[in-house]
Nanobody, 126 residues
Framework: QVQLVESGGGLVQAGGSLRLSCAAS????????MGWFRQAPGKERAFVAA????????YYADSVKGRFTISRDNAKNMLYLQMKSLNPEDTAVYYC???????????????????WGQGTQVTVSS
């Protein structure tokens, strides 16, 4: 059973930064991929970024490229999302997720991920 716990959300002004963390309780990550998704009020959950655990290859949604950085700490079993130049359109609940079977072309799909955290709220004020 994989458990994911996000933290680091909060209220920030436009132009500011936040770093989200995701603590994962799973023993073997080498074949896994992890991702961040977000869901704004009244909208569907959407892909933000993904990372393949063994190779560290990263993928980003166009809307966050150049502003967000996904990273991992293997020793601590942690996934991070560093967010910069935030704007009100980034306001959402952010979720981390684990994919145990995946293809690089499917990492943007919700259905690829088997385990999800409870989410952390990010609010960007204008």
């Amino acid at each position: 059973q994989v458990q994911l716990v996000e933290s680091g959300g909060g209220l920030v002004q436009a132009g500011g930064s936040l770093r989200l963390s995701c603590a994962a309780s799973v023993r073997t990550y080498n074949n896994y991929a992890m991702g961040w998704f977000r869901q704004a009020p009244g909208k569907e959950r959407a892909f933000v970024a993904a990372l393949t655990w063994s190779a560290g290859t990263t993928y980003y949604a166009d809307s966050v490229k150049g502003r967000f950085t996904i990273s991992r700490d293997n020793a601590k079993n942690m996934l991070y999302l560093q967010m910069k130049s935030l704007n009100p359109e980034d306001t959402a609940v952010y979720y981390c997720a684990v994919a145990t079977y995946w293809m690089s072309t499917s990492l943007h799909l919700i259905s690829t991920y088997a385990y999800w955290g409870q989410g952390t709220q990010v609010t960007v004020s204008s």
